[in-house]
């Protein structure tokens, strides 16, 4: 029995009753087994659950993709990745080639400019603000990092196109952005003290543009340096799997969505499970002060029941397309088995503490939000329910089944928070909330974490 000798103390310390209480679990046999288990292999090996590894097979009734997985390495662009990779399936078709991948670096870079532009706005427009309220602290310490959301990744496709990979590979920057992504914030923390100031000094709106330009110029200059200068028109010619040789001479980002994608984004709309009983289904949401694209798509989610998210899903994978979703990926995963299985890891049984929660728990104490974007590529259903779904990653392709993961219907109640789906597809209590004016949540509220 553990044994501590201890000084007398407040109201509220630790004591020596308090210790002698909470030691009597040294005399369970269990602590043992589970304390020679952990301090072995670790936790999670420790508590997986053996019987969920062996009883969710990869297999699915529907799949879609015959394709190879992407890597985002050392960055946090899933969400470029996921919307990509769900732009390429149609566009893999249009040129008749199976293997194709777009630039990510080049989404990244107008994400990054487009974003500081957004952020130097917002710190004009609220220079009135306490420089210590929470939402100035929020945004001085949210600034520049690489994480997204669906609608800003629209919005970056809709002004800026798209190109093959080729046009504008990846550097070392791109792969590896936390360097980048620090120098970022350094100059636009310095910066927007400083436009502050101005604002607050009665400076002209001609000065404060001037002198917004004149950041975005710097910005400029560090993202060419890391990834390169993206191009506003490319080369394109390519060979078909068929052998055929195709050219479309110079075009523009732009024109290559036209000609090569087509796809409609504006016909999308982000679903959400927000778990909260204070925001009722069906209803719009949006968060304050987040974006990317100054003037470009707002962020709008409907709050939907979660088997009507499952449903829609469901529908457009069998109906041949993918679907892009948001998940937290730090609970009930395995990496290397590429499993995503509700209860994977019995930790409450290895600890023999309950640990059990709610997903509306999780969310209100700050336990779970979205933190990875992914692509559904698969559902197998069975009686007509989904009870398996097959998922593309942008983690390379050693995890998994060649990096695509499987992950069960429990997993998906738990842990996914957002799926993509055509407007058209909406139930009709669902189309109404895609025109309404939406229910604003603060800038900080856990629905704006970004994957």
């Not at 002698?20 to 040294?26: F, M, T």
């Not at 993202?223 to 993206?230: D, H």
């Not at 969505?257 to 504006?266: A, E, F, K, Q, T």
């Amino acid at each position: 029995m553990t044994t501590l000798t201890t000084t007398p103390t407040s109201a509220g310390a630790i004591d020596q009753d308090l210790l002698a209480k909470v030691a009597e679990s040294d005399l369970d046999p269990s602590l043992r087994l589970a304390l020679n288990a952990v301090t072995r292999s670790g936790i999670d090996e420790s508590a997986l659950d053996r019987t969920k590894v062996v009883g969710t097979p990869a297999v699915v009734s529907n799949r879609l993709d015959n394709w190879t997985v992407t890597a985002q390495k050392r960055s946090g662009r899933c969400w470029l990745f996921s919307s990509l990779n769900l732009l390429r399936a149609t566009t893999r078709k249009n040129l008749g080639v199976k293997d194709f991948e777009f630039s990510q670096n080049y989404a990244m870079f107008w994400d990054k400019f487009e974003r500081a532009n957004f952020f130097l706005n917002d710190i004009i427009a609220t220079a009135s603000e306490p420089l210590d309220s929470r939402l100035i602290q929020f945004l001085l310490r949210e600034i520049e990092g690489d994480g997204g959301q669906w609608d800003m990744a629209v919005s970056v496709y809709q002004k800026h196109g798209v190109i093959p990979k080729q046009a504008m590979p990846e550097t070392q920057p791109s792969s590896n952005t936390h360097r980048m992504d620090t120098q970022l914030q350094t100059l636009l923390r310095r910066r927007a003290l400083d436009l502050r100031d101005l604002a607050t000094s009665g400076a002209s709106a001609e000065d404060l543009i001037a002198a917004r330009e004149g950041v975005l110029s710097d910005v400029w200059r560090i993202l060419v340096i890391s990834l390169g200068n993206p191009p506003s028109s490319f080369e394109f010619e390519w060979q078909d799997d068929e052998g055929v040789f195709h050219t479309d001479g110079t075009i523009t980002p732009n024109e290559f969505y036209d000609r090569h994608v087509g796809i409609d984004l504006s016909g999308y709309v982000c679903l959400v499970d927000d778990p909260r009983t204070e925001h009722p289904k069906g209803r719009a949401l949006t968060v304050e002060h987040l974006g990317n694209v100054v003037g470009g798509r707002e962020i709008r989610y409907i709050n939907a029941p979660m088997q009507v998210m499952k449903k829609l899903a469901a529908d457009s994978i069998v109906a041949g397309e993918p679907v892009w979703f948001g998940a937290d990926v730090s609970h009930q995963s395995d990496r290397d088995s590429g499993l995503l299985v509700g209860d994977l890891h019995d930790y409450s049984g290895l600890f023999g503490v309950d640990l059990s929660t709610t997903k509306e728990e999780r969310v209100v104490s700050g336990e779970s939000a979205m933190n990875h974007a992914m692509l559904f590529t698969g559902v197998d259903i069975a009686e007509g329910q989904p009870r398996r779904w097959r998922v593309e990653n942008s983690w390379g392709e050693e995890p998994g089944d060649k990096g695509f993961f499987t992950m069960d219907d429990d997993w998906f109640s738990n842990y996914v928070f957002e799926v993509v789906v055509k407007v058209d597809s909406l139930p009709e209590d669902l189309k109404a909330a895609v025109a309404e004016e939406p229910m604003a949540l603060p800038a900080w509220d856990p629905m704006g974490t970004l994957a």
